[in-house]
């Protein structure tokens, strides 16, 4: 085999969608050994293309070749026998079974009696080299987020996949992981593997690809060496127009505690403790972020804040009454709004009407509602100047929530939140997966919230967004807030990190516990 | 060559009009060979079945007394199934009902008949709604799969009429059938126009007016529709979701009660063995044919009746055993309900080498 030849070279990939070109034209490569990051927005076609490669899709125009031959993939299955691996943001693991399992999942040839033995060896001679530490006989829904993205990882590699398509890895693991899977990386492109490394963080892209492909609108932006470009000019090609990346954020007074909790315990949904002992407050003219990676009780936290799950022990105050464990009805009538992550699931309604969802959290309130009725023309009213002061795209208020995308899905559920000047907003990741447009009139509004007096409780991932956000930063791990920041951006991300990581940060140089307000 | 399943991204109006004609002279067809194999001429067994349906205004008063339980249990089935909540009951709330209706007679007898109607009326809709709002409590309470209770509360309730029809309440000089003596006249509903047609057509007219109106215009309707779409969303806004599944179940079942109060004191004039005929159950037939729509429940109900005179008819003019005439009626509601299904997909035939796995078709990049 031709060792100059890439892994993969797509040529001219094309893809429509009913009407929709997600992919026009585009050349894609991946040499040997190589890091190769592919960036761009929420719809330009990234997850198109990869999906195209990993056999899920079929291109309607243009060739793949593998290692130089010309192929034509069917299915996902004729992608692995080609050795491409994909680890998916939500990884395609069976949560009741053990590592072991999972690595032969889908395998074909495997003998009648499983050798468990050389299988487990196997596992461990791959983690080993690579350093993926994990035990093969726990099962999957023992491990956390991090764990689980190495058994996918491992999965891969078990089947012998020489080129992996990483799915946003990052968006899900603390910086302590971000960094050690980073070192799995370099140890694979080491060993001559190719990797797609799908991510919108920049600084990401910079330290660990060697190459930056940019895809806009479906089209292709460019292709650079990572080692002679800027982030600023990789993220003028995304979006096509220079982008501001600080905040414009006055500097103000805290008011009065709006909404406070204390000793508060809450249980997950599966009935194990999520909330242990949080105690923090929101005040006026404030954002209060919340760091802490994804499941740690943030959404709980929030859930039992608004009165949507019940307290086990401790209290919950909105504007110093005791609110614990009244219904939901009570928390949105203090002016207590909570917007949740999951949008399509919780927040909206997706089969229902722009109109209809509009109203979700006022329709018995004049001049939508009056006595038993709902006038719609009144609703019809309130949702075009909701869609119009909130910049919604949408054909028209008649149109159903599901055919709205991510970022206006956002829009019209921030508008609903906050059209009422409500005392405080609790906004549970509220630009994760919109493009950068989007990202950024959100963070406005919820600026322009805290401007005119109002409180925000803001949970995200983003330690950038959260740092640049908020006025005070509480990290939680494992349903415990292990601090609140008084000035983030002050504070080292390491520490911020390792307080993620479960470390009590005591130090009285930046940290303190979060009952002593 | 394969083929594949994908779902229609929109649907036009053509197609809207297309499916079901062809669906139903599909069903036309096939129900015609049926037929044909059984020796009888299709042609003259359709005939018929329109002539005794439609053709005269006997025939037709006929079909509509078939269609006004069924408009009113569709309509009680359509408000529980809209919220997500499946009441599979309604057979048994109308037994209750009417076994409610029937104690009024026996045990609060008064010469008045307004009095007497109001008073069956209401303790129809108590015990149907009661019945229903079990399942419904059991459901809110303790999470109980409705479906189960409520299906499991058909067989009590029918058990029960059995208990009182062939026991206590038997009429004596009935030879043994297991009936109650008929009701007095004060027990009855009026009859209109000299055909069986009786006083539950008012309701069967009311009663999916004012549910459209409710879903549509009010707070509670609005309620019911997002609580039936997202309960997650319905929680989130403030919504007692709780409440409202034992409130739905419990006017769920009042309705069914109300229809077998009706068709009690309106047709039948006393409590027999096998007293509803399934009517609980084509319901849910007639609700899901009609999408939920309070004025298709009543078109399609309609149909059902002339489906249910025409096959009687068919069993006494053709001399075709009633077990034939529930395979017509299968296949014909098997191709509309098959129809159903094209509206909503479509069948692609692809060559074997561009074969692509069946999914939903992609929504851009929203993950």
Same mark, same amino acid.
């Given at each position: 085999?031709?060792?100059?030849?890439?892994?993969?070279?797509?040529?001219?990939?094309?893809?429509?969608?009913?009407?929709?070109?997600?992919?026009?034209?585009?050349?894609?490569?991946?040499?040997?050994?190589?890091?190769?990051?592919?960036?761009?927005?929420?719809?330009?076609?990234?997850?198109?293309?990869?999906?195209?490669?990993?056999?899920?899709?079929?291109?309607?125009?243009?060739?793949?070749?593998?290692?130089?031959?010309?192929?034509?993939?069917?299915?996902?299955?004729?992608?692995?026998?080609?050795?491409?691996?994909?680890?998916?943001?939500?990884?395609?693991?069976?949560?009741?079974?053990?590592?072991?399992?999972?690595?032969?999942?889908?395998?074909?040839?495997?003998?009648?009696?499983?050798?468990? %033995?050389?299988?487990?060896? %196997?596992?461990?001679?791959?983690?080993?080299?690579?350093?993926?530490?994990?035990?093969?006989?726990?099962?999957?829904?023992?491990?956390?987020?991090?764990?689980?993205? %190495?058994?996918?990882?491992?999965?891969?590699?078990?089947?012998?996949?020489?080129?992996?398509?990483?799915?946003?890895?990052?968006?899900?693991?603390?910086?302590?992981?971000?960094?050690?899977?980073?070192?799995?990386?370099?140890?694979?492109?080491?060993?001559?593997?190719?990797?797609?490394?799908?991510?919108?963080?920049?600084?990401?892209?910079?330290?660990?690809?060697?190459?930056?492909?940019?895809?806009?609108?479906?089209?292709?932006?460019?292709?650079?060496?990572? *080692?002679?470009?800027?982030?600023?000019?990789?993220?003028?090609?995304?979006?096509?127009?220079?982008?501001?990346?600080?905040?414009?954020?006055?500097?103000?007074?805290?008011?009065?505690?709006?909404?406070?909790?204390?000793?508060?315990?809450?249980?997950?949904?599966?009935?194990?403790?999520?909330?242990?002992?949080?105690?923090?407050?929101?005040?006026?003219?404030?954002?209060?972020?919340?760091?802490?990676?994804?499941?740690?009780?943030?959404?709980?936290?929030?859930?039992?804040?608004?009165?949507?799950?019940?307290?086990?022990?401790?209290?919950?105050?909105?504007?110093?009454?005791?609110?614990?464990?009244?219904?939901?009805?009570?928390?949105?009538?203090?002016?207590?709004?909570?917007?949740?992550?999951?949008?399509?699931?919780?927040?909206?309604?997706?089969?229902?009407?722009?109109?209809?969802?509009?109203?979700?959290?006022?329709?018995?309130?004049?001049?939508?509602?009056?006595?038993?009725?709902?006038?719609?023309?009144?609703?019809?009213?309130?949702?075009?100047?909701?869609?119009?002061?909130?910049?919604?795209?949408?054909?028209?208020?008649?149109?159903?929530?599901?055919?709205? *995308?991510?970022?206006?899905?956002?829009?019209?559920?921030?508008?609903?939140?906050?059209?009422?000047?409500?005392?405080?907003?609790?906004?549970?990741?509220?630009?994760?997966?919109?493009?950068?447009?989007?990202?950024?009139?959100?963070?406005?509004?919820?600026?322009?919230?805290?401007?005119?007096?109002?409180?925000?409780?803001?949970? *995200?991932?983003?330690?950038?967004?959260?740092?640049?956000?908020?006025?005070?930063?509480?990290?939680?791990?494992?349903?415990?807030?292990?601090?609140?920041?008084?000035?983030?951006?002050?504070?080292?991300?390491?520490?911020?990190?390792?307080?993620?990581?479960?470390?009590?940060?005591?130090?009285?140089?930046?940290?303190?516990?979060?009952?002593?307000? | 060559?394969?083929?594949?399943?994908?779902?229609?991204?929109?649907?036009?109006?053509?197609?809207?009009?297309?499916?079901?004609?062809?669906?139903?002279?599909?069903?036309?067809?096939?129900?015609?060979?049926?037929?044909?194999?059984?020796?009888?001429?299709?042609?003259?067994?359709?005939?018929?079945?329109?002539?005794?349906?439609?053709?005269?205004?006997?025939?037709?008063?006929?079909?509509?007394?078939?269609?006004?339980?069924?408009?009113?249990?569709?309509?009680?089935?359509?408000?529980?199934?809209?919220?997500?909540?499946? !009441?599979?009951?309604?057979?048994?709330?109308?037994?209750?009902?009417?076994?409610?209706?029937?104690?009024?007679?026996?045990?609060?007898?008064?010469?008045?008949?307004?009095?007497?109607?109001?008073?069956?009326?209401?303790?129809?809709?108590?015990?149907?709604?009661?019945?229903?709002?079990?399942?419904?409590?059991?459901?809110?309470?303790?999470?109980?799969?409705?479906?189960?209770?409520?299906?499991?509360? !058909?067989?009590?309730?029918?058990?029960?009429?059995?208990?009182?029809?062939?026991?206590?309440?038997?009429?004596?000089?009935?030879?043994?059938?297991?009936?109650?003596?008929?009701?007095?006249?004060?027990?009855?509903?009026?009859?209109?126009?000299?055909?069986?047609?009786?006083?539950?057509?008012?309701?069967?007219?009311?009663?999916?007016?004012?549910?459209?109106?409710?879903?549509?215009?009010?707070?509670?309707?609005?309620?019911?529709?997002?609580?039936?779409? !997202?309960?997650?969303?319905?929680?989130?806004?403030?919504?007692?979701?709780?409440? !409202?599944?034992?409130?739905?179940?419990?006017?769920?079942?009042?309705?069914?009660?109300?229809?077998?109060?009706?068709?009690?004191?309106?047709?039948?004039?006393?409590?027999?063995?096998?007293?509803?005929?399934?009517?609980?159950?084509?319901?849910?037939?007639?609700?899901?044919?009609?999408?939920?729509?309070?004025?298709?429940?009543?078109?399609?109900?309609?149909?059902?009746?002339?489906?249910?005179?025409?096959?009687?008819?068919?069993?006494?003019?053709?001399?075709?055993?009633?077990?034939?005439?529930?395979?017509?009626?299968?296949?014909?509601?098997?191709?509309?309900?098959?129809?159903?299904?094209?509206?909503?997909?479509?069948?692609?035939?692809?060559?074997?080498?561009?074969?692509?796995?069946?999914?939903?078709?992609?929504?851009?990049?929203?993950?």
């Amino acid at each position: 085999m031709n060792t100059e030849q890439p892994l993969v070279h797509m040529e001219g990939i094309t893809k429509r969608f009913a009407g929709v070109t997600a992919n026009f034209g585009i050349n894609f490569e991946v040499r040997r050994g190589e890091v190769h990051a592919l960036l761009g927005e929420n719809g330009a076609g990234k997850s198109t293309l990869m999906n195209i490669l990993y056999g899920l899709y079929r291109p309607d125009g243009g060739k793949i070749f593998i290692s130089g031959k010309e192929i034509s993939f069917s299915s996902p299955g004729d992608a692995r026998k080609a050795g491409i691996g994909m680890v998916h943001q939500h990884f395609m693991l069976i949560r009741s079974q053990t590592v072991w399992e999972n690595m032969i999942l889908g395998l074909d040839g495997l003998p009648l009696v499983l050798p468990r %033995r050389e299988i487990k060896e %196997r596992i461990l001679g791959i983690s080993e080299q690579y350093g993926l530490q994990v035990d093969p006989d726990a099962y999957i829904w023992q491990l956390s987020i991090g764990e689980q993205q %190495r058994v996918a990882i491992l999965q891969m590699l078990f089947r012998q996949a020489n080129i992996l398509i990483l799915d946003e890895p990052t968006a899900v693991l603390t910086p302590q992981e971000c960094e050690h899977l980073f070192e799995t990386v370099r140890q694979m492109t080491a060993e001559g593997h190719g990797i797609v490394f799908i991510s919108h963080k920049l600084d990401e892209v910079m330290g660990l690809s060697s190459r930056v492909t940019i895809l806009r609108r479906g089209k292709l932006a460019g292709t650079l060496d990572t *080692s002679s470009t800027t982030k600023e000019r990789l993220a003028e090609l995304m979006v096509g127009k220079k982008m501001v990346f600080s905040i414009d954020k006055k500097e103000l007074a805290r008011g009065r505690p709006v909404l406070e909790c204390s000793s508060l315990h809450a249980l997950g949904d599966r009935g194990f403790p999520a909330v242990s002992g949080a105690s923090i407050s929101v005040h006026e003219h404030e954002i209060l972020g919340i760091a802490g990676v994804a499941g740690n009780g943030q959404q709980e936290l929030c859930e039992a804040m608004v009165g949507l799950r019940k307290a086990e022990s401790g209290s919950v105050r909105v504007k110093g009454e005791d609110m614990t464990n009244r219904a939901p009805k009570d928390f949105i009538d203090r002016g207590v709004h909570y917007i949740p992550a999951d949008r399509k699931g919780t927040g909206l309604v997706p089969n229902m009407k722009v109109s209809e969802n509009s109203i979700l959290k006022r329709y018995w309130k004049r001049p939508v509602s009056k006595g038993f009725f709902i006038k719609w023309s009144e609703v019809a009213a309130f949702a075009i100047k909701l869609v119009s002061q909130f910049s919604v795209s949408t054909p028209s208020v008649e149109t159903p929530v599901r055919n709205l *995308s991510g970022g206006n899905l956002q829009k019209l559920m921030l508008g609903r939140e906050l059209s009422d000047d409500p005392a405080v907003v609790l906004a549970v990741h509220p630009t994760w997966g919109l493009d950068v447009a989007a990202t950024c009139f959100v963070r406005e509004q919820l600026l322009s919230h805290r401007e005119r007096g109002g409180a925000v409780l803001l949970v *995200s991932e983003d330690l950038d967004e959260l740092i640049s956000m908020s006025d005070r930063l509480a990290v939680m791990c494992k349903g415990e807030i292990m601090g609140v920041l008084e000035r983030p951006a002050d504070v080292p991300v390491e520490s911020i990190g390792l307080m993620m990581a479960g470390t009590v940060i005591r130090d009285e140089a930046f940290g303190r516990e979060g009952s002593q307000e | 060559m394969k083929l594949t399943i994908e779902p229609r991204l929109s649907s036009s109006w053509r197609l809207a009009v297309f499916i079901p004609v062809f669906s139903l002279a599909a069903a036309l067809f096939s129900g015609g060979v049926f037929l044909y194999f059984m020796g009888v001429s299709p042609f003259q067994a359709y005939r018929a079945i329109l002539t005794a349906s439609l053709g005269d205004a006997y025939g037709l008063s006929e079909t509509v007394v078939k269609a006004i339980p069924l408009t009113m249990t569709g309509i009680a089935v359509m408000l529980s199934f809209t919220m997500l909540i499946w !009441n599979i009951g309604a057979e048994g709330q109308i037994f209750v009902g009417a076994i409610a209706a029937t104690a009024v007679v026996r045990f609060f007898y008064t010469d008045s008949r307004p009095v007497m109607l109001i008073m069956m009326f209401l303790a129809a809709g108590a015990a149907g709604g009661i019945w229903a709002a079990i399942a419904g409590f059991m459901r809110a309470k303790w999470s109980v799969n409705e479906i189960i209770t409520t299906l499991m509360l !058909n067989y009590i309730a029918m058990n029960l009429l059995n208990y009182f029809v062939f026991g206590p309440w038997r009429d004596p000089s009935s030879l043994g059938f297991p009936m109650t003596p008929p009701f007095p006249d004060t027990a009855r509903l009026p009859v209109f126009w000299g055909t069986r047609i009786h006083g539950g057509l008012i309701l069967a007219i009311i009663l999916p007016l004012l549910f459209w109106f409710v879903l549509k215009f009010t707070r509670w309707g609005y309620e019911i529709r997002v609580m039936g779409e !997202n309960p997650r969303a319905a929680g989130f806004a403030g919504m007692n979701y709780l409440r !409202n599944v034992v409130l739905v179940m419990f006017i769920s079942g009042a309705i069914a009660g109300i229809a077998g109060m009706c068709e009690l004191s309106g047709l039948q004039g006393r409590l027999q063995h096998g007293f509803s005929g399934g009517y609980g159950f084509t319901a849910i037939i007639v609700a899901w044919l009609a999408r939920l729509h309070p004025f298709a429940i009543v078109l399609v109900s309609f149909l059902m009746g002339i489906l249910l005179v025409g096959g009687e008819t068919l069993q006494i003019v053709m001399r075709l055993p009633l077990s034939s005439i529930m395979v017509l009626q299968g296949m014909i509601l098997f191709f509309v309900l098959g129809g159903e299904f094209f509206r909503k997909y479509r069948i692609r035939s692809v060559k074997d080498d561009d074969a692509v796995p069946l999914q939903a078709a992609p929504s851009g990049e929203e993950k």
